[in-house]
């Protein structure tokens, strides 16, 4: 059994100034699903991981995913 999430449709809203945000539904094994944002901006910089129930982490080294796009969110799940 597989301990990676099943992740599901990666929505994109777009913000002011560059800021963008990628929402995904994700579900990790005997877990409730839960809705996933991930806030960036166009023009590099950190990308904030908002969960569920709001808790914001910062994104180490996002480059590591490339690109920030709905890619870049299946990559970050891949390396879990």
Do not use: L
């Amino acid at each position: 059994m597989s301990d990676k999430p099943e992740i599901g449709k990666i929505s994109n809203a777009n913000g002011i100034a560059g800021q963008h945000s990628y929402s995904v539904p994700v579900t990790y094994p005997g877990e409730d699903t839960n809705v996933v944002q991930f806030v960036g901006n166009t023009a590099g910089g950190p990308i904030v991981m908002i969960t569920g129930t709001g808790a914001q982490t910062f994104v180490t080294d996002p480059e590591r995913f490339g690109e920030f796009s709905p890619e870049w969110v299946r990559r970050f799940y891949e390396s879990a």
